[in-house]
């Protein structure tokens, strides 16, 4: 018991200390910084994308129908399966890339944005799919 009595009251002190000051909030970024890996990005998203082949083709058919093809079909007629559990029906997808691109991008009317899960070749692949599937060629 006269062990345990030092350590009780050493605990007990322990009370009465000062709190922490809190750090100060992180300060903002100078004036025109970009975040690193900007311009690489901008780049990779930018026209006419990598070079269209049967890779890229099948890599945008893989990622379509993971992430699209539930509300949009596999047809790109808006016919997806959400559809027939009462969702209201979505328009046919445009066979031009670069608004699939924005449209991959963004939210654009209600549409799940993407672009944390697709990288920029992964975006332009499901892109160049989407032209393909609209002209009749997947």
């Given at each position: 018991?006269?062990?345990?009595?030092?350590?009780?009251?050493?605990?007990?002190?322990?009370?009465?200390?000062?709190?922490?000051?809190?750090?100060?909030?992180?300060?903002p970024?100078?004036?025109?910084?970009?975040?690193?890996?900007?311009?690489?990005?901008?780049?990779?998203?930018?026209?006419?994308?990598?070079?269209?082949?049967?890779?890229?083709?099948?890599?945008?058919?893989?990622?379509?129908?993971?992430?699209?093809?539930?509300?949009?079909?596999?047809?790109?007629?808006?016919?997806?399966?959400?559809?027939?559990?009462?969702?209201?029906?979505?328009?046919?997808?445009?066979?031009d890339?670069?608004?699939?691109?924005?449209?991959?991008?963004?939210?654009?009317?209600?549409?799940h944005?993407?672009?944390?899960?697709?990288?920029?070749?992964?975006?332009w692949?499901?892109?160049?799919?989407?032209?393909?599937?609209?002209r009749?060629?997947?």
């Amino acid at each position: 018991m006269t062990r345990l009595l030092p350590l009780l009251l050493l605990l007990a002190a322990c009370d009465a200390w000062p709190e922490s000051p809190k750090p100060p909030p992180p300060a903002p970024p100078p004036e025109g910084a970009v975040p690193r890996g900007a311009a690489a990005r901008s780049r990779a998203l930018a026209a006419p994308g990598p070079p269209v082949g049967a890779a890229l083709l099948t890599e945008g058919a893989d990622r379509y129908a993971i992430f699209c093809t539930p509300c949009h079909g596999p047809r790109g007629l808006g016919d997806g399966v959400v559809v027939s559990r009462g969702h209201p029906p979505l328009a046919p997808l445009p066979a031009d890339p670069a608004r699939s691109m924005a449209a991959i991008a963004g939210n654009h009317l209600g549409a799940h944005p993407l672009s944390d899960r697709l990288d920029p070749r992964q975006r332009w692949a499901v892109a160049r799919h989407v032209e393909a599937l609209m002209r009749g060629t997947p």
